[in-house]
Each structure stands twice: as C-alpha cells, then as structure tokens.
C-alpha cells in the first residue's frame, strides 16, 4: 500500500478535487424528474391464472414502462439532456413533498389496486360465457396520500387500510362520504386503520389553515382469493404505477378463455383499468410511445378519452409519432374501454 | 496450469503472505477509487437508457474486467516494487489469475442478461 501510495501520491494531490467534484454531480440529488422510455413486461411472467394450462398461446402480451427517475442526481439530469427520448421538469405536485421511497411506495399501491382492478374487469367479462369462473371481492378505503401536515405522519402509512373515525356524537364512520358530515364540531377525532401487523388508532387533528386532516383515503376493491375461481398468483413486481392496468386485463382475460385473441401478435399499450372496464389516462405517453416502436410491437392501445381534450393520451401519441418522426398506422390503436381493445383484436382476425 | 501453480509458489517463498495482502489491498484501495464513480456512472447511464439495457451490461461486463486487469496491474507494480530485484515472471502470474476472474466476471455478467434481468422485469 506505501509504495503505491509514494508513487501516485503526486497525482493524488492533483486529481483529489476533480474526483470530488465528479463525485459530488453523481451523488447530488437535484428537485427535478426525469422520463425516459423503458421496457415492455409481459403480463403473464406477473399473473398466472391456473387454468386453461394446455392452451397455447402464440403472441403476448406485454405492459409498457417507463423510467420514471424522481430527484435525479446531476448527473443523471446531464446525460438525460443527450436524449431526444427523454422529459424532464421540475419536480411539482404532491411529489415534489414526498420523499422516493413514499413515491415508490404509492407507486406499488398502484400496482397492486391495478392487478385487483385487471382480474375483476377479467373474471367478470369471462364469467359471461363460463358459469366455472367466480369472483369476489371486499371494497376498502386505503390511504392514498399524505400531506406534510398530517398528525402522526410517519405512523400512518400510504396503503394502510382506514377502518372508521369516531365522529360527531360518537358515531363511528367508515363510509368516506359520510366523513366531512360527521367532522364538523371538533378539532379532532379518533382514527381507526389497519396495517399488515395490527389494528391500531389515531388522534388526527384538522390543519388550522386549512380545516382539512391532511390524508387522503381511496376506495379500492381487493379480489377475495378464497372465494375466486381458478386461482390466480401475482409474483412480486419491480415496476410500480397503474398503467398497465389494461393490458393485465386483457391477459388475464385471454388466460381464461379457450381461444386466443392475441393471434400471433405482440400486444403492448397502457392504460389504467376502473372497476367498470373503462381505461384512465397516464402519464409519459412520449417514452411509452418510443419504448413500444423500440421493441417493435404488432398493436399498441392507448386511452383515447376525450378528442377535444389537447392532453388526450392518444393525441399526445399522434404528436409523439410525429415529433420522432413514426408512423403510427396500422399499429396505434385508440381504446376507451377494455371491450374496446376486445373488439380489434376479434377484427383482425 | 502448471507454470501458474508454479509461479505462485514462487512469490510464495519471495514474500510473506503479509506482504502479497498488503499489495493486494493497496491495489483494491487504488483500484475501487476508480470502480466507484465508473460503476455509478453506468449505473446511472442504465437508468436514463434503459432501453438498451441489454447494451449497458455488456459494457458493465466490459468495465469490470478492465477494472480487475488494473486491479492485477497494481498488485502486481504493489510487489515489484517491494522488491524490484525479483526475477519472478509477474506479468505471467498476473496476467493468468486476472483472466480467471474475468472468464467468472464474463459468467456472472451473462448469467444476468439472460436469467436475472428478464426475471427482474416484472
């Protein structure tokens, strides 16, 4: 180690600066985002249905995602600059107060409300023509979001389910509707939740600025495993967010039918799934376009929702295609609902 | 194989096993100076690029045999210059045992693109 030491020590000495100072851009975290195209993820290496097994199923089926880099470092903020591919702004909403990891935590809540979301919508359209096939499910209020003043903030955490609040006159409520009728006369009240360990409560108080307890509650319904035929597992997922909602509907659908409607195709596309079987717009519809012409995809759906709306997910595509000069005939396909991309996919046949 | 067992046991009976470590851990100390930003880096190019992943790990791949040849490179200057008088072949030893460790470097490296990354990307 000395003699090493004797023999750079001199360009030590001149290289220590430039080091830190190379170091410092790779570690520095800047209050920006940066989007950048990704990958596709076929559905079934996430959901296997346990049914149908035999059947032979020639294309796939893919979600699409995007890297979504929240605090960049310099570095990385830099070289996304080299890349027509590639968005990045400031860091704004509710994500520029909330740390990575309660991002990716959201995140993953919305992955997993997602893949509940795909299997209901699945199981329900296949139950039409197969009286084999049920499905139960329990309606839960969850926590979705946090503002920086909410009582207890580090105790209460994001996917936590909210069981009831004692409100006015000692009502206990769990309807969320019913919650702002109930919280009127004090400044605050006794929450109940329930995370994986425990049942645990709360005494949440109302911001005096703006009267509001500063949590934000969201219905999801969870499938019931127990009373759900065929069973279905969902491996652990790396990638986090709802948008592959559609395209896990419609690989869970195809696994439980007998013919196959991918046909032979690469399906790719992106779109959340509501309960109803209505797809929701989503974000970075730019790198989700270049990710999907990238790996060459047979038909890429995407939310088509409102024609007049300038930030229609399908319009922003049309003028992605244009600005990276690709052309989308034949392989862009505009889907509101999930019977949507059901109905192409039957006339190409 | 033969001539690399023998060359070890050479450097064996020159230097005393505190002196090989010493070298060794010199070189690693060296050596992962330059593996820390250069592997953060990639890690971060991979990050951005994503979509061509693949690509990157080749390179990554690439990065870290170059990182283990320098890594050999330095042991190997660590002991000469402990004793410059020594007539042991060092680039030969080195040369071979740095090849080892990248044939498993090469290994792992493609045990990731073809098995751990498709399984990751769910």
Known sequence: MNEL??????????????????????????????????????????????????????????????????????FQFLISEFSNYTYSNILTGSNANYSNSEIAKISYLDKATSVNAAIIVAYLEAQKNNNEIEIDYDIVTMVYGKAQYLSHYDDIDFGDEFLYLIGDGGVEVSELSEIAAYTQNENSYEFHFRNSFEEYSKIIEKNSETGLFGITLKKYYLVNQEETYPRFTERQSNIGGPSGGLLQTLAVYNMLISEDITRGLKIAGTGTINYDGTVGYIGGVEQKITTAYLNGVDVFFIPFLDENYYYDNYLEALRACEKFGIDPTGWLVPVSSFQDALDYLEGRS | MKEFCKLWSMIKSEFSN?????????????????????????????????????????????????????????????LKLKKPDSTINFKRLMFFNAQLVNVFV????????????PMMMV
């Open chain 1, 5 to 74: 030491t004797k023999k750079f020590g001199p360009y030590l000495k001149v290289l220590i600066i430039p080091y830190l100072f190379f170091m410092f851009i790779l570690i520095y975290q800047i209050d920006y985002f940066v989007h950048a195209p990704g990958g596709i993820s076929e559905v079934d290496s996430l959901i296997h249905v346990e049914y149908n097994e035999d059947k032979e199923i020639e294309g796939s089926i893919s979600s699409t995602f995007i890297m979504s880099i929240n605090r960049p470092t310099f």
């Open chain 2, 18 to 78: 505190k002196e090989i470590l010493d070298g060794f851990f010199g070189a690693l100390a060296y050596t992962t100076l330059i593996a820390i930003p250069s592997l953060l880096v990639m890690a971060q190019i991979i990050s951005v690029f994503m979509y061509r992943l693949t690509f990157w790990v080749v390179l990554i791949i690439i990065l870290v045999a170059l990182l283990n040849n320098l890594l050999h490179y330095w042991w190997m200057l660590a």
């Open chain 2, 106 to 117: 090469v290994l792992i490296g493609l045990l990731f693109i073809f098995i751990f990354i």
